[in-house]
């Protein structure tokens, strides 16, 4: 009898709504429960984007008396999230041009929130330890010289390439071949490994080579050197196969929802002043990290710390 | 071909058998002789030739535009898609605001009274201690996202799979058509779907509990169907002659006869769903996979565990609890009245937290175990990373591994020619099956070079096979000194729990600081999850062994290895098979997941399809996952296998 049950009121849910359904207006089933407004903002996993929204649920929650839900989602799939409306804002993107041109140009179900005040750099890096001793390694011509150091077990002859997690903008597989470089690329398939796999190697002083960006707080637990690649150039990675020139500097960017730009009141416009520095952004990040603080008190420390640089973001 | 069969270690075939296997084998040896000098003359000898590939980048790319620009406007999504979301939200909503409106108190009060009514006092002091233990560590409010949506996920898994079970159990022609689909959603990694799921329902709660319910509904179609079919046919007739309608019967008769297979069903929906939570937080599932899952990316296992445990004290409460209740049935009705008193006390609680205004469970009643745990996992990783005296670091063995066990078996695979491959393949299926079971195989591995993915196939095979040989080694080994002392079993019994129902993310990060990046902390986190139900199932085989056997032979003067060879074993050789079959299929879920630590292969490409939304990549590489799965398990599987998934 209980299966009957279930299986009428399965169908009778199925039912209630004759008219359409438009998935991209429902909102989580989690969201403003006990009647409180809620915010969802999408976390990517890396500790930087954890850092700046951890401060804007704090000052969200404290300030302005909102909800807020987070949800770790990869860049891609976070753009798809943002333009359904299950994530009210993206606080740090690093450039995905397709999607831009996609959500915030045809559809237009996505606006622009301003720059975020960071601005990050992808490069390759090696310890500054190993550096040191070699100095000429920090130039890609000088790599092949090195390449027998670096060898490991994963990367069968050839030295390693540490790279990290898929959803992260790379052409390093590309940059190898088209450099002729006696590197193999090892995908370490998460963020998460990739430091645990440098830490490690920090541990015991072994070089390395590692696709990395900045700002980042690893930096301050493994200081890295920079190694030198052929300069960018504006367009010279349109073409993913033939990519041979280095990563740009890009101003991160914040997007919102279309629909909780127009109608999200104090915490739209709150979200949009969201404006800090690389410094402050590495101070939240090196607590959540390194000193393994949860998120909510990293960003109470920073926050009563720094009043002067959050009381321009309240509306 | 060694390198295949030490995935499949067989015990000497009886005398027929043995004749019967000859015969097979120079049936397929003929076959051979004919096709493959064609086959290698026309296409080449080396990995699968070009020309049998087919190209879906183009159409998979397509469709997946397709879905992004019709997703909000199109009838099929706004009428039909649309409403399934819909009612997803409303109903895990619905019991979310219940859960919350009634309270810690009151949740834990109606917890441990249903365990109460339905398994015992025991059980209802455990339920309790693990709710309670749920709010101690900070929990309670992602543990209740976590259970709102496994209610809906499971109870509209078991409507599924009871409707599906109902048809194959009363209809011959059902239960065919069912059949193979069952099977192959038994052997099908969770990961492997998760990207179409998104596509169409875009992140959040409607996905995760979608692609939950494909994966818990399985078990509970397939146990409702063998419980209907297993009726005693002298009962059915019995209450045939009383001139009963079919209706009648099935409601008075077959399915009260199957309640034990049914409730079996559920508690296996139950922990397949469970399992699911975390996986499903990739996708926006929230709750404590989501804190598990951010957990991973801080690099903090401390916080993971803390996540981690209220999932695993779940699944034990839950498993033990329906686990009694199937045991109970039948013994002793279960009075109305006291169901009636429980209900009452759990309101009654319920409401005085409400009135106390203790709804949410208190800040200061949380214990920190991050920080602890954190400098025990540093301190144990960074002491066995390299350096010990004699053994050497463990890094050093995963370098050992790599380059001993897991290169050579990937290069020798990938270095065969592929017409090869498809006849090994094919006569271990054959041997161990039936012809339909090695087409099946065959065809399967066929399909992955079709696909395109002939070498990340093979080499996500290598390391599948690695870990099954290390899995099966260590796991014979431990499920034979758990079958010989109960005091072993005993001891072994919790963290056997404990593993097969940690999520895996949990791991992920000691492994790889204990072996590194790459495909070692792959084979080495798929051995961990598999490992407990191997052992359960050697043990519980061995232990089954006719005692009048065993005793006859100890009167013989047969010491204890010899009873264990040539009593014990030989006797448990099914209860064996079926231990490598379901390693086999436990490890190839877990390799794929080592696609975020380094794994590489299609495990990668199914993390890559879902991190980019990549829907050529990554549903190829899922579908080949599945090809895989496939093999694998036709290729171990004995005749007339009939199991649960994870023992």
Do not use: N, Q
């Given at each position: 009898m209980r299966l009957r049950t279930i299986a009428a009121s399965g169908a009778l849910l199925l039912l209630t709504g004759c008219g359409a359904a438009d998935m991209t207006r429902q909102a989580s089933?989690?969201?403003?429960?006990?009647?409180a407004k809620t915010v969802t903002l999408s976390v990517q996993s890396w500790v930087g984007a954890q850092a700046d929204a951890a401060v804007a649920e704090y000052l969200l929650e404290h300030e302005l008396g909102y909800h807020v839900d987070t949800v770790q989602v990869d860049e891609v799939p976070a753009w798809d999230a943002l333009s359904q409306g299950?994530?009210?804002?993206?606080?740090?993107?690093?450039?995905h041009p397709e999607q831009e041109r996609r959500y915030?140009?045809?559809?237009?179900t996505i606006v622009r929130g301003g720059e975020l005040g960071v601005t990050g750099h992808i490069g390759w890096f090696v310890p500054t330890y190993f550096a040191k001793r070699?100095?000429?390694?920090?130039?890609w011509k000088n790599l092949d010289k090195y390449a027998g150091l670096l060898?490991?077990?994963?990367s069968g002859g050839k030295g390693q390439l540490l790279d990290g997690s898929p959803s992260y903008v790379t052409h390093d597989k590309a940059l190898v071949k088209n450099l002729k470089l006696d590197y193999k690329v090892v995908f370490a398939g998460s963020e998460a490994a990739q430091i645990t796999q440098i830490k490690q190697f920090a541990r015991e002083k072994k070089p390395f080579l590692t696709y990395w960006y900045a700002p980042q707080w690893l930096f301050e637990k493994v200081p890295m050197t920079e190694v030198r690649l052929p300069p960018y150039r504006e367009?010279?990675?349109?073409d993913p196969d033939k990519v041979a020139c280095g990563y740009p500097h890009t101003p991160l960017q914040k997007y919102l929802n279309a629909d909780f730009a127009r109608s999200g009141g104090e915490a739209a416009r709150f979200l949009k002043n969201f404006r800090w520095t690389t410094e402050d952004q590495n101070e939240v990040a090196l607590m959540i990290a390194?000193?393994?603080?949860?998120p909510r008190e990293a960003a109470k420390k920073w926050v009563d710390s720094h009043p002067s640089v959050w009381k321009e973001w309240l509306p | 071909m060694a390198t295949v069969t030490a995935g499949a270690p067989r015990a000497a075939l009886p005398g027929p058998l043995r004749h019967r296997a000859v015969g097979k084998l120079l049936l397929l040896a003929l076959a051979a002789a004919v096709l493959v000098p064609f086959a290698a003359a026309r296409w080449?000898?080396?990995?699968?030739?070009?020309?049998l590939t087919v190209d879906l980048s183009a159409p998979l790319g397509r469709a997946s535009d397709w879905i992004i620009d019709n997703r909000d406007g199109h009838p099929l999504f706004l009428y039909f898609l649309g409403h399934v979301s819909n009612a997803v939200v409303v109903s895990v909503r619905a019991v979310y605001l219940v859960l919350l409106g009634a309270g810690w108190a009151g949740v834990t009060a109606l917890g441990a009274l249903v365990a109460w009514r339905v398994a015992g006092v025991r059980l209802a002091l455990g339920t309790a201690a693990a709710f309670l233990a749920c709010g101690v560590l900070g929990m309670w409010v992602p543990t209740m996202q976590t259970l709102a949506l496994m209610v809906v996920a499971v109870a509209a898994s078991v409507a599924v799979g009871a409707l599906l079970g109902l048809a194959a159990g009363l209809s011959g022609r059902m239960d065919r058509l069912l059949r193979p689909v069952l099977d192959t959603m038994q052997v099908?990694?969770?990961?492997?779907?998760l990207l179409p799921v998104v596509l169409v329902f875009g992140i959040g709660v409607p996905a995760a509990v979608l692609a939950t319910v494909v994966y818990a509904a399985p078990p509970m179609a397939r146990l409702t169907a063998l419980g209907l079919r297993g009726a005693d046919p002298e009962v059915l007739e019995a209450v045939e002659s009383l001139g009963t309608t079919a209706r009648q019967r099935l409601l008075t008769a077959r399915l009260p006869l199957a309640r034990k297979e049914l409730l079996l069903g559920l508690n296996q929906t139950i922990m397949m769903a469970l399992s699911m939570a975390v996986i499903a937080s990739v996708i926006g599932a929230g709750g404590l996979g989501d804190r598990v899952y951010q957990a991973l990316a801080s690099v903090d296992v401390g916080a993971a565990l803390a996540a981690g445990i209220p999932i695993v004290l779940l699944a034990v409460v839950l498993d033990r609890v329906t686990g009694a209740a199937g045991r109970r049935l039948g013994t002793a009705g279960s009075s109305p009245a006291g169901w009636l008193y429980a209900l009452a006390a759990a309101v009654a609680v319920a409401v005085a937290g409400r009135l106390l205004g203790r709804?949410?469970?208190?800040?200061?009643w949380v214990a920190d175990i991050a920080a602890p745990v954190n400098r025990a996992v540093g301190w144990t990783t960074a002491h066995l990373?390299?350096?010990?005296?004699?053994?050497?670091?463990t890094a050093d063995w995963a370098a050992g591994f790599t380059a001993w066990v897991l290169d050579p078996l990937r290069d020798g695979l990938q270095g065969l020619p592929w017409w090869s491959l498809l006849l090994a393949v094919a006569a271990l299926a054959w041997l161990i099956g039936t012809w339909r079971t090695a087409l099946t195989a065959t065809l399967a591995l066929a399909a992955t070079g079709v696909l395109g993915v002939w070498k990340p196939s093979l080499d996500t095979l290598s390391q599948v096979l690695a870990a099954v040989a290390v899995t099966l080694v260590t796991g014979l080994a431990i499920g034979v000194a758990a079958a010989r002392s109960d005091r072993c079993e005993r001891l072994l019994r919790p963290v056997l729990d404990v593993l097969q129902t940690m999520p895996q993310f949990v791991y992920l990060i000691p492994v790889v600081a204990l072996f590194?990046?790459?495909r070692a902390p792959a084979v080495a986190a798929a051995v961990v999850y598999a490992l407990p139900a191997v052992v359960r199932i050697t043990a519980q085989g061995l232990r089954e062994v006719d005692p009048a056997a065993l005793e006859s032979a100890r009167s013989l003067g047969a010491t204890g290895g010899q009873q264990l060879r040539q009593i014990q074993l030989p006797l448990a050789r099914p209860a064996l098979l079926l231990a490598v079959n379901q390693g086999v299929v436990l490890v190839l879920a877990v390799v794929i997941i080592g696609g975020l630590v380094g794994g590489g292969a299609l495990g990668y490409d199914v993390v890559y399809g879902l991190a980019q939304g990549d829907l050529a990549t990554g549903l190829v590489a899922g579908a080949a996952i599945v090809c895989l799965g496939l093999v694998l398990d036709r290729v171990t599987q004995p005749t007339g296998r009939r199991a649960g998934k994870g023992a």
């Open positions: 089933p989690f969201a403003d429960a006990r009647g299950r994530v009210d804002a993206i606080m740090e993107d690093w450039g915030v140009e045809e559809k237009k070699h100095p000429d390694v920090t130039d060898r490991t077990a994963e367009g010279c990675d349109a390194e000193e393994k603080l949860p | 080449g000898s080396g990995g699968w030739p070009a020309a099908l990694p969770a990961f492997a779907y709804l949410d469970w208190p800040g200061t990373h390299s350096g010990v005296p004699y053994v050497g670091g590194g990046v790459g």
